[in-house]
Nanobody
Framework: QWRLVESGGGLVQPGGSLRLSCTASGFSLTDSAIGWFRQAPGKEREGVSCISFSGGTANYADSVKGRFTISRDNAKNTVYLQMNSLKPEDTAVYHC????????????????WGQGTQVTVSS
């Protein structure tokens, strides 16, 4: 069964940093684009960042540009989301999903969702 597992969330003060990991279980990420999405209570799931299968294309939501960096290590079957200068509005459950090769802005185009990891930014 193809499954993604997210980790790395936690409680951090405003201005702090976290690195999230998205690790594949049961399959190789080599041919997968990986998208990070987040969902805050009472809000719809929104796209945060996405990286293509080759790593040649990385997309970011305007709200995180310049603060978040997505990267991948295919040897470790893992995609990372480095989050710096965190703000309270970044608080959400972060999920990763996969699709073949190239990114999409729409959560419905992704599958093999993990259970998510909670990120809370608060003083």
């Amino acid at each position: 069964q193809w499954r993604l597992v997210e980790s790395g969330g936690g409680l951090v003060q405003p201005g702090g940093s976290l690195r999230l990991s998205c690790t594949a279980s049961g399959f190789s990420l080599t041919d997968s684009a990986i998208g990070w999405f987040r969902q805050a209570p009472g809000k719809e799931r929104e796209g945060v960042s996405c990286i293509s299968f080759s790593g040649g294309t990385a997309n970011y939501a305007d709200s995180v540009k310049g603060r978040f960096t997505i990267s991948r290590d295919n040897a470790k079957n893992t995609v990372y989301l480095q989050m710096n200068s965190l703000k309270p509005e970044d608080t959400a459950v972060y999920h990763c999903g996969r699709r073949d090769y190239f990114c999409s802005a729409y959560p419905g185009d992704f599958g093999s969702w993990g259970q998510g990891t909670q990120v809370t930014v608060s003083s």
